[in-house]
């Protein structure tokens, strides 16, 4: 079985301030770990994700996460944010088999950027 | 090209009563799955087909839901006897063959009345 957790439910952050939203995992095989957004009003959207490779992974919007394994964390991090940042976060882990399978999620981080 | 549509948007519903939540994935897409996100809670799987057949039906609550896509597109999410607790967001996912990601609808807020 796996599960996901993140710890913070709410991060109030200033804009153009440096904002870290994290993420454990546990799971007893090898796993593919997500960020999902969740816009006001909208589904959720796959924001970036790790498969293998570089554990540094980047959204085309200035997010990034890393993948540490020996910490099973996927913490998200971005250096300086935006007011249109706004949103819930969601951190999932699914088996990583080759394709997609199941999501486990989180139970998100809400962003709050303010001026 | 459009992405996966789930309808109704909203769907409220007498305690007892059977309803339907339909989902279209986008076109191509060979695995669907269902998810349940109720208030303050991430999704929660439900049920997972490939194809026509159900590969993983093992989130699915109780034998009061259940799912069918019968032409490998189309799917239909059939709740009986209505329970206030089923009310929650009902979210569609679709993947074509051999991703890594699923792409998600925008969800049916289904409440219990």
């Known amino acids: 079985a796996q599960s996901v957790t993140q710890l913070d439910s709410q991060v109030p952050v200033f804009e153009e301030a440096p904002v870290e939203l994290r993420c454990n995992y546990s799971s007893s095989v090898s796993v593919y770990l997500f960020w999902y957004v969740q816009y006001p009003n909208q589904g959720l959207q796959l924001l970036l994700k790790y498969l293998s490779g570089s554990t540094l992974v980047e959204s085309i919007n200035g997010f990034e996460a890393e993948f540490n394994k020996s910490q099973t964390s996927f913490h998200l991090r971005k250096p300086s944010v935006h007011i249109s940042d706004t949103a819930e976060y969601f951190c999932a882990v699914s088996e990583g088999r080759g394709t997609a399978s199941k999501l486990t999620f989180g139970t998100g981080t809400r962003l709050q950027v303010t001026l | 090209g459009a992405g996966v549509s789930q309808t109704p948007s909203n769907k409220v519903t007498e305690k007892g009563k059977y309803v339907e939540l339909r989902c279209d994935p986008i076109s191509g897409h060979t695995a669907l799955y269902w998810y349940r996100q109720s208030l303050g809670q991430g999704p929660e799987f439900l049920i997972y087909?490939?194809?026509?057949?159900?590969?993983?039906d093992s989130g699915l609550p109780n034998d009061r839901f259940f799912a069918v896509r019968p032409e490998g597109s189309v799917s239909t999410l059939k709740i009986q006897r209505t329970e206030r607790g089923d009310s929650a967001v009902y979210l569609c996912?679709?993947?074509?063959?051999?991703?890594?990601?699923?792409?998600f609808g925008q969800g049916t807020r289904l409440t219990v009345v």
């Open positions: 996912a679709s993947s074509p063959q051999g991703a890594t990601e699923a792409f």
């Open positions: 087909f490939q194809g026509t057949g159900a590969a993983d």
